[in-house]
């Protein structure tokens, strides 16, 4: 204790974040170290029956009525997660700002499609986006050009909260590290204490908006569904997690258990070692969270007020000039434990399309997806329900190289799976079919011809083709 005495004291000392910040970074530091973390006990798991997570198919129709429409969007907030930069994709600035189809970026599509239901229904639908302290100052500039749209768009920060040196337990910036270095945003799960802090709940609730749609900004699948709105109006339901079912790309994803008596979020990080395999197999934890979350504003005022909202904390060690730090961090997802009546629904593979990286970009360019009022929509030339599965070599990891790759987007409709490996260019109209590998040869350029139809090939060189 007295660790969190002496931390308590030098964070005193940060002129740069607030008081909200400063206790709130103290309380998540002390919850750490009383070690509080709570222990799953495997053979209390129980699968979730229908009642918990709700089959998709199941949910009544939407009002044919517009006006009734108009009434359930009245009460609905979209927010978005916008604290991540497109470093991973070689992009500089925020994430949201990579373009994803027809020269429109994430931000773009977000805001065309809820305008377009603006429009539509004659309702003001706003758009929150929780910016951290990297994305701030540029998504202040770039949502100005939507000044002159039907939407209303609100920004606001998730906390700043300084890393901790893992040798002395003290905050990195009183180490002289004042730069962005020192600092972290810390996890989505700061969205509820974030919006109260902001100011920005209170506003909401006064004017009679009761639901907020929260989901990650790189999900092209997220988007306002009316059925899942009016399900949780009519039941009451405080807080739902939009799981689908897994596919093997997706064994790491957290799932929902019941878990004396409550739903609950279990997440790779908490699964004892002798049972890692069983919670990756696709039989038992048929579902994974897609992070698309649907909470009533009331109930995280009270939650928040009440200082309820206790996430598990995942550490994430990292370094920073060649000094170890934490920083710990708390999900979103974690929080359905502590609201009332809370439940999952299984929604089709469709609301989960995430662009994490190139080879994501590949898929929603090409013509397995056109675009249509800010939707991207799956062909439905492809029969398979699955998308193929694509592997791109590093020469293809920055979004500049894969464009500049690309004559065009090859069509991938019948393809099942691709891997590019070493100095690849494609030429236009290339058609891929089946499971296609191409590998270059150290040292070798290897260009496929524009109009090639490489069907179930293995290339590595122009003869091969």
Same mark, same amino acid.
């Given at each position: 204790m007295e660790k969190l005495? $002496?931390?308590?004291?030098?964070?005193?000392?940060?002129?740069?974040?607030?008081?909200?910040?400063?206790?709130?970074?103290?309380?998540?530091?002390?919850?750490?170290?009383?070690?509080?973390?709570?222990?799953?006990?495997?053979?209390?798991?129980?699968?979730?029956?229908?009642?918990?997570?709700?089959?998709?198919?199941?949910?009544?129709?939407?009002?044919?009525?517009?006006?009734?429409?108009?009434?359930?969007?009245d009460k609905l907030v979209v927010l978005k997660l916008n604290g991540g930069l497109g470093t991973t994709?070689?992009?500089?600035?925020?994430?949201?700002?990579?373009?994803?189809?027809?020269?429109?970026?994430?931000?773009?599509?977000?805001?065309?499609?809820?305008?377009?239901?603006?429009?539509?229904?004659?309702?003001?639908?706003?758009?929150?986006?929780? #910016?951290s302290f990297n994305t701030h100052d540029d998504t202040l500039k770039i949502v100005q050009k939507y000044e002159k749209s039907n939407i209303e768009i609100h920004t606001f920060n998730q906390s700043q909260y300084p890393r901790l040196v893992v040798d002395d337990f003290s905050p990195l910036p009183s180490k002289g590290n004042t730069g962005k270095d020192g600092w972290y945003p810390p996890g989505h799960g700061d969205v509820f204490p974030a919006l109260m802090n902001s100011g920005k709940l209170e506003k909401l609730l006064s004017q009679g908006k009761e639901y907020v749609f929260v989901a990650n900004s790189d999900n092209l699948g997220a988007v306002v569904d009316l059925?899942?709105?009016?399900?949780?109006?009519? #039941?009451? #339901?405080?807080?739902?997690?939009?799981?689908?079912?897994?596919?093997?790309?997706?064994?790491?994803?957290g799932t929902l258990i019941s878990y004396e008596g409550k739903v609950q979020l279990l997440e790779i990080a908490q699964v004892p070692d002798e049972h890692v395999n069983e919670f990756k197999s696709i039989e038992k934890f048929k579902i994974f969270n897609t992070n698309n979350l649907w909470v009533n504003l009331n109930a995280i005022k009270r939650l928040v007020e009440a200082d309820a909202l206790k996430m598990e904390i995942i550490p994430n060690p990292?370094?920073?000039?060649?000094?170890?730090?934490? $920083?710990?961090?708390?999900?979103?997802?974690?929080?359905?434990?502590?609201?009332?009546?809370?439940?999952?629904?299984?929604?089709?593979?469709?609301?989960?399309?995430?662009?994490?990286?190139?080879?994501?970009?590949?898929?929603?360019?090409s013509d397995l997806y056109t675009l249509s009022d800010g939707f991207v929509i799956r062909n439905k030339a492809r029969k398979s329900p699955e998308n193929p599965v694509i592997e791109l070599g590093p020469e293809f990891k920055k979004v500049g190289n894969f464009l500049s790759r690309f004559k065009s987007i090859p069509s991938i409709i019948e393809l099942d799976s691709l891997k590019v490996a070493g100095d690849v260019w494609f030429g236009s109209g290339v058609i891929l079919k089946g499971k296609v590998t191409i590998e270059a040869k150290a040292g070798a350029k290897l260009e496929i011809p524009d109009g090639a139809v490489l069907a179930n090939k293995v290339i590595n060189g122009p003869q091969d083709i």
């Open positions: 005495s $002496q931390l308590r004291s030098a964070v005193a000392g940060l002129d740069q974040i607030s008081e909200n910040e400063k206790s709130g970074f103290i309380n998540l530091v002390s919850r750490y170290l009383s070690g509080e973390a709570q222990h799953i006990e495997w053979s209390k798991i129980k699968t979730p029956t229908d009642e918990v997570v709700v089959p998709y198919d199941t949910l009544a129709p939407t009002p044919e009525d517009s006006a009734e429409t108009k009434k359930l969007l994709m070689g992009c500089t600035g925020p994430k949201s700002v990579i373009e994803v189809r027809n020269g429109l970026t994430f931000l773009d599509l977000i805001v065309i499609q809820i305008e377009s239901l603006n429009n539509k229904y004659g309702c003001k639908v706003p758009l929150l986006l929780m #910016n059925k899942i709105l009016n399900h949780l109006i009519k #039941n009451k #339901n405080e807080y739902c997690m939009e799981v689908t079912p897994k596919t093997l790309a997706d064994v790491k994803g990292k370094e920073v000039d060649g000094i170890k730090v934490l $920083q710990l961090e708390t999900a979103a997802g974690a929080a359905i434990k502590f609201f009332d009546n809370a439940i999952g629904i299984n929604v089709p593979r469709s609301r989960f399309l995430p662009v994490k990286a190139t080879s994501d970009l590949l898929l929603v360019q």
